[in-house]
């Protein structure tokens, strides 16, 4: 079970190759060679932009950001949350050098939270950048390095204000001390208006009692209220050795850690999600690989945080083997206050093992087995990232092997009860090119 640790650590300062999973090495050769199946070795460049949308803001933005990728290039597309597409490529790799001061790579991902008057802000991995975007003219604004002397390997983008954002760096530098913020495996401070850093919040203190060969590694995060929590994945250099991972809660008004939660069992948790209401946090752990496509399920699972006076408390908690078969993957979501609906992933057959599809299952605090709603075809690995929009009653998962690929949609509350979860289609975003949908986001 959780253990809550609280502190009071203020701020300390003010001011490679691609990885096609998101966070761990030993996914690319898997994740690379899934992607070369499905496109084959001569896959189109992006196609030319489409410019932007029109479409009216409601109750819960505007759309969804879907992110297609080969990952060697990538093409972001913008569908309402019907599955209606708004523009099929507001940006691409191929926008560069015309509307881009550095080319989108082709390891690329959407904020978590979404940002709200029709912008965008994309993560672009590997060349360690942010890049915002104007939905409504089409056009990209504005693009910040997050490198500081090294390869920093951003993996969200969390906005306070015009003038405050957080971005979690998953790398930790081993020379720090060349350039200001350099520091690495933490949490940097941007001014978004002047695009510019101005501060890092140090998250070693949050790995406390753990032997200092394990980095913090910072994935996603989220705003809720004045606290903003990040998922530590918690690993060695490698990436082959991993601890505990860890949810730390920062004050947004000073970037002063406030207390630190350890998910007791759990390593490799990389997908974060808030509820509708705000009172509870979803996460998702693959688990450990030790270098191999072998997850340890034991260290995998679901975990359902209450937010509360004293801090989080564990309220619900799935192991993979009560999922099913394979791994929880790297995306949860809510689909109601209470069902989440995350992505598992399959495997090929390995040692005389019989093959695992990839999944997408609901789970449901009110009680009630797991339900898978969807499953690969053939490839694992080709279900990528849900998201839903509860308060419109959709959801939507990317499907790299469908079709080509495709983004399926799912209705909450279809049918009967708020606990049913019907499929409604299956649409493309952009047939002009083979790049599959992988990540998804929100504006």
């Given at each position: 079970m959780m253990r809550v640790m609280t502190s009071s650590f203020a701020s300390l300062y003010d001011w490679g190759p691609r990885r096609p999973a998101r966070w761990s090495p030993p996914w690319t050769a898997l994740v690379a060679g899934a992607a070369g199946a499905l496109l084959g070795c001569n896959a189109p460049a992006p196609p030319e932009d489409t410019g932007g949308t029109d479409a009216p803001e409601g109750p819960c933005g505007i759309g969804a950001v879907v992110i297609s990728s080969d990952y060697q290039s990538t093409s972001v597309g913008l569908l309402s949350w019907d599955g209606a597409v708004l523009s099929a490529s507001i940006a691409s790799s191929a926008s560069a050098p015309l509307v881009l001061s550095a080319p989108l790579s082709g390891d690329v991902t959407a904020s978590t939270m979404p940002l709200r008057g029709g912008r965008l802000a994309l993560v672009d991995r590997s060349a360690s950048a942010l890049t915002w975007l104007d939905a409504r003219r089409g056009e990209?604004?504005?693009?910040?390095?997050?490198a500081t002397?090294?390869?920093?390997?951003?993996?969200?983008?969390?906005?306070?204000?015009?003038?405050?954002?957080?971005?979690?760096?998953?790398?930790?530098?081993?020379?720090?001390?060349?350039?200001?913020l350099d520091g690495g495996s933490d949490v940097l401070v941007v001014d978004p208006e002047a695009r510019a850093l101005v501060g890092r919040v140090d998250l070693a203190p949050a790995m406390a009692g753990e032997d200092p060969e394990f980095h913090p590694r910072?994935?996603?995060?989220?705003?809720?209220?004045?606290?903003?929590?990040?998922?530590?994945?918690?690993?060695?250099?490698?990436?082959l050795e991993t601890a505990a991972s860890r949810l730390v809660e920062i004050d947004a008004r000073d970037d002063a850690i406030k207390a630190v939660t350890l998910l007791d069992g759990l390593h490799g948790c990389a997908g974060l999600a808030v509820s509708p209401s705000?009172?509870?946090l979803a996460v998702v752990c693959s688990g450990s690989f030790g270098g191999d496509a072998t997850a340890n399920l034991a260290e995998a699972g679901v975990v359902i945080l209450a937010r509360g006076e004293g801090g989080l408390v564990e309220e619900r908690r799935w192991t993979a083997a009560e999922l099913g078969e394979g791994s929880p993957g790297f995306s949860v979501a809510f689909a109601s206050e209470d069902t989440v609906l995350l992505t598992t992933l399959g495997h090929d057959a390995i040692g005389g093992v019989r093959p695992v599809h990839d999944t997408l299952t609901a789970a449901d605090l009110s009680g009630g087995a797991?339900?898978?709603?969807?499953r690969s075809k053939e490839l694992p690995f080709s279900l990528g990232e849900v998201r839903c929009a509860a308060a419109c009653g959709r959801c939507l998962v990317a499907d790299a092997e469908t079709d080509g690929g495709v983004v399926h949609r799912f209705d909450v509350g279809a049918g009967g009860g708020s606990r049913a979860l019907v499929h409604a289609g299956a649409f493309h975003v952009d047939p002009r090119v083979g790049l599959?949908?992988?990540?998804?986001?929100a504006f």
């Open positions: 990209v604004t504005g693009q910040l390095s997050v002397g090294f390869t920093a390997n951003p993996q969200d983008y969390i906005e306070v204000s015009p003038v405050k954002a957080y971005v979690p760096r998953l790398e930790p530098n081993l020379a720090p001390g060349a350039q200001p910072p994935s996603r995060a989220a705003l809720v209220e004045d606290s903003l929590y990040v998922l530590l994945t918690a690993s060695t250099l490698s990436f705000g009172a509870r797991p339900r898978v709603l969807l599959p949908p992988r990540y998804l986001g």
